[in-house]
């Protein structure tokens, strides 16, 4: 039989409970390390969904002023292939003959001219002030010179216009010169 001393015993049973406590240590590291990558993990996900959130709301964005962009140009095109017909519809009511001035039906379409010209005015398009300005060769095709003050607009022949502060037509005038 054998003999065993108590002191045998009592170092085995600590050199057990040392080994659990260590094997439980290690399990609550391990448990610690777990968390702190899912904490990481989320921490990196809020991340990448906060950029996408941000990439997304910019997409958006740019895609509202493409729309624009587009919108604006497609108007100025068909303005630079409307406004030389307005030019002759201002010439039209500008040489209205004088029997004709009292006529109803001649009144009706200058209003109506009229009203083309607000509702112009009111989607961004202006007309040009040319005569007494200088010129400016971005906004104004001198045409013709003659006598007066150099650079200065003398005359219109044609109106420039203005689309959103953006040139859509330039204006033909006459221009002073030197005598």
Known sequence: MEDSSPNDDLAAKVSAAQQQDDAHNQAAAAGNDSKDEQ????ADLKEALTR???DFQNFKRRAEEDKMRFVKFANADLLQKLLPILDNFD????????NLKEDSWAKGVIHTHDELMKTLDLIGVKRMETVGQKLNPNLHEAVMQGEGEPDIILEEFEPGYLY??????VAKVKVGVKS
């Open 39 to 42: 904490a990481q993990q989320i």
């Open 52 to 54: 996408t959130a941000a």
């Open 91 to 98: 010439r039209s009511c500008q040489h209205l003959p004088e």
């Open 164 to 169: 959103n502060d953006t040139l859509v037509k």
